[in-house]
């Protein structure tokens, strides 16, 4: 039955700035449909879409469906007919001043229904929406803003977005949002330590020789070209990605699971990374760049040719050691490594464990350590790598083997999407996901050490063929080999 009445939420305007984009009509919508569906929304909620466009209301219409049925394999008109009643179209160009002076018109109010300003725009026109917003007293005590990545390109541009922001919203009203975050395996990854006497007790520099988190996509820059020639694989994913992601695993027990208690051992994490020095930087960072290769026996154009340009220097391949200078991390490094044209699709983090310290059988190269295995994407599961017997007469051979919680199998019903977890957070007030604003902060300043150290050496891109694994397989440091 569509629309269930159960665990409904507060009524809320959803109101999308960049509600035509990419991120908006792929994700966002078909988030918001899902959890309609689910019943957490009901149908006297809004979504509004803003978009510079004019089109007809048959055209919007369109769209919406468009958007819907490339992300939902099952769906029927009755269905679409009731989402469609809830979507509005706003167009406004955001550089007029008095482009939203008629969206109060769409909107309700009523101190008692959530406002929810998601901005899904590049951050250099968050200053100005937000202007745009207070000038036509749109604003209220129940307002929410949602904030999309990356916020500024550096410390400073960071810094400046995130006060002119809070010029018109307190900090508990700003969520920003990384979908990591949400995902059914990053959140699994607290309960699994922080519930188990097993892992919990081996977390640490005694028992752990390394961790590795990887995201590799095979996607090139497709029609971001503009935006990540100005931003590069550092910017886009380390930044806020895969430094959540290195928080999560190394942060200290919470005293209890609160929004700022959870953030605030997260920033501690955050405080303590080594910086990266001018020095140090071409030790422990490679960069590159992808040339023309092949995906899946597919031939793929080269970074330039895909940006139109004789040449860049912006990376699409980062691979980054670094380590966290804290008691229960000292001397542990943590690889992480993010690119564009890799060889297949996947995110994932590996904690490696020590080896015993005494092995008591023969063949010992045969006796691998044990490894907690946490794949985000494109499935989701967690495997636990551990030695065992061969069966049979001859003596003692061992095989690696993996215990394996496999989402997908494990639960036959479909688990939300992370923006549907996120979203429904924002709603609820609950900002536990969400970065505040001394994380985003202390995370620009580390990277910063990494940008300006690579503009003053002048460090060049390494070049690895599209369908790689990276410049020269990404080889680590330490004799370490990636998974």
Same mark, same amino acid.
């Given at each position: ?7 409904i939420?507060?009524?809320a ?47 919007? #219409? ?60 590049p ?7 937000t ?40 900090? #508990?009203?700003?969520?920003?949002i ?41 996607i090139?820059v ?173 003596g ?20 939300p ?29 580390w ?21 790689? #694994? ?7 440091? #330490? ?5």
């Open positions: 039955m569509f629309f269930m009445k159960k665990n939420l507060k009524d305007d959803i109101i999308i700035f960049g509600g035509l984009g990419d991120l908006s009509l792929r994700k966002i919508i078909p988030a918001i449909f899902y959890r309609l569906e689910a019943g957490q929304i009901n149908l006297n909620s809004k979504v509004i879409l803003v978009s510079r466009k004019k089109l007809l209301i048959s055209e919007f #219409n369109n769209i919406i469906v468009k958007s819907l049925k490339n992300k939902i394999l099952k769906i029927n008109n009755i269905q679409l007919k009731k989402f469609l009643k809830i979507c509005f179209f706003y167009s406004a160009n955001i550089s007029d001043d008095n482009s939203l002076n008629q969206l109060s018109s769409l909107l309700r109010n009523d101190k008692n229904i959530i406002r929810i300003f998601y901005f899904s725009t951050s250099n026109l968050f200053s100005t929406i202007d745009n917003l207070k000038n036509n007293n749109l604003i209220n005590s129940s307002s929410r803003v949602v904030l999309e990545k990356p916020l500024g390109n550096n410390s400073d541009t960071s810094k400046k977005i995130n006060n002119e922001i809070l010029n018109f919203f307190n900090e #508990n009203q700003i969520f920003r990384d979908h990591y975050l949400g995902k059914e395996t990053v959140q699994n990854l607290m309960v699994l330590r922080f519930t188990n006497n097993l892992f919990e007790n081996a977390w640490n520099s005694q028992n752990i020789d390394n961790v590795q988190i990887t995201v590799a996509e095979e090139g497709e029609s971001r070209a503009s935006y990540y020639n100005n931003y590069g694989a550092l910017l886009d994913m380390v930044q806020n990605h895969l430094l959540q992601l290195v928080c999560l695993v190394a942060m200290e027990p919470p005293n209890e699971l609160t929004a700022d208690n959870v953030r605030d051992e997260k920033l501690k994490v955050l405080k303590s990374l080594r910086p990266i020095s001018k020095e140090s930087v071409d030790n422990c960072i490679e960069k590159g760049q992808y040339t023309r290769g092949k995906i899946n026996d597919k031939k793929v154009k080269s970074y330039l040719e895909d940006i139109k340009k004789f040449s860049s220097n912006t990376e699409t391949f980062v691979a980054i050691r670094l380590y966290i200078d804290n008691w229960r991390w000292a001397s542990v490094p943590f690889y992480l490594r993010t690119g564009k044209r890799m060889s297949k699709r996947k995110s994932e983090i590996v904690i490696n464990f020590k080896n015993i310290p005494h092995n008591i059988f023969p063949n010992k190269k045969q006796i691998t350590n044990n490894k907690l295995i946490i794949k985000l994407q494109p499935e989701e599961k967690i495997e636990l790598v551990q030695t065992v017997k061969i069966p049979g007469p001859g003692y051979r061992y095989k690696p083997t993996s215990l394996v919680l496999d989402y997908s199998s494990s639960f036959k019903d479909r688990f999407e992370a923006y549907e977890r996120l979203l429904i957070d924002v709603i609820r007030g609950n900002q536990t996901l969400f970065m505040r604003k001394d994380e985003v902060e202390a995370s620009w300043v990277i910063d050490s990494i940008s300006k150290s690579w503009e003053i050496n002048n460090t060049p891109n390494k070049f690895y063929k599209a369908g790689s #694994n990276g410049p020269g397989e990404s080889i680590l440091i #330490n004799n370490h080999s990636w998974h």
